[in-house]
C-alpha cells in the first residue's frame, strides 16, 4: 500500500489520530512530493473545519496546519498545482493560513494562472475570488457566469480535470464534491463522476 492509499484510509475510516501522526512521517519521507504536503495540510484543514475532534486539540492541529503551510509554501510558491489546491482552501477558511483576508489566496490563484495560463481550474477559481470582491453586481454576474461556464466544461466523468482531481484521494474529492459544487447538480452526474455508480 502506498502513502496515498494508507492516508486515505485513515481519513474514511476517521481514524484522525492514526492520519496525523502518519502525516507527520509521510512529511519527512518525502519532503520533495507536493502532493504528499498537499495532503497533510487538507487532513488538517478537514479536521479543524469539518470533523469531531474531540481527541485531538484543536489548538495544536491549527498551529500544525500553519506550520505545514509556511513550510510547503517556501518549497512549492512557484507550482501551479500546490497554488491552486492552497489557494482554493484559503479563499474558504483564510484565517487557518494565518491571514485574516483572502487577498493572499487570491494572489497564490492569480500566480498560478501567470505560470499556467489555460489550466481551467485555475481559471475557475481566479473567476471564483471575483464574486463579491467589492465588484459591481454586473461584473460579479459575469464572473459568476464565467465560473459556471468553467464548471460545465469540467465536470464529465471522461474530464481530465476530474480525473486528476480524483487521482489526489480526499483533496480531490472536496475540490469536485463541494468547491465545484458537484453535489447541486444532477445526482447521477455526481456518482457517475465521483464513481459512486458501480
Not at 492509499?5 to 512530493?33: C, R, V
Not at 489548538?59 to 509556511?70: A, D, K
Request: proline share 3%; hydrophobic share 35%.
Amino acid at each position: 500500500m502506498n502513502w496515498k492509499q494508507q492516508l486515505y484510509e485513515y481519513e474514511t475510516k476517521k481514524d484522525w489520530k492514526s492520519a496525523i501522526a502518519y502525516a507527520e512521517q509521510i512529511t519527512k519521507d518525502y519532503p520533495e512530493d507536493v502532493d504528499v504536503w498537499l495532503s497533510v495540510i487538507y487532513l488538517l484543514f478537514n479536521c479543524i473545519l469539518e470533523e469531531s475532534y474531540d481527541i485531538i486539540n484543536p489548538n495544536e492541529l491549527t498551529s500544525s496546519l500553519l506550520r505545514y503551510f509556511q513550510f510547503s509554501y517556501k518549497k512549492f510558491k512557484n507550482n501551479p498545482e500546490y497554488l491552486f489546491f492552497v489557494g482554493t482552501l484559503g479563499h474558504v477558511a483564510e484565517w487557518l493560513f494565518g491571514y485574516s483576508e483572502t487577498d493572499f489566496a487570491t494572489k497564490m490563484i492569480k500566480h498560478g494562472l501567470e505560470l499556467e495560463p489555460n489550466n481551467r481550474l485555475l481559471m475557475w477559481e481566479y473567476e471564483m475570488t471575483k464574486i463579491n470582491n467589492n465588484l459591481s453586481e454586473e461584473k460579479n454576474s459575469l464572473a459568476l457566469q464565467r465560473a459556471r461556464e468553467i464548471e460545465k466544461e469540467i465536470l464529465h466523468k471522461d474530464s481530465p480535470e476530474v480525473k486528476w482531481l480524483l487521482s489526489k484521494g480526499a483533496l480531490g474529492r472536496y475540490i469536485l464534491d463541494i468547491q465545484l459544487g458537484l453535489s447541486a447538480y444532477d445526482k447521477n452526474l455526481r456518482d457517475e463522476v465521483l464513481g459512486l455508480d458501480k
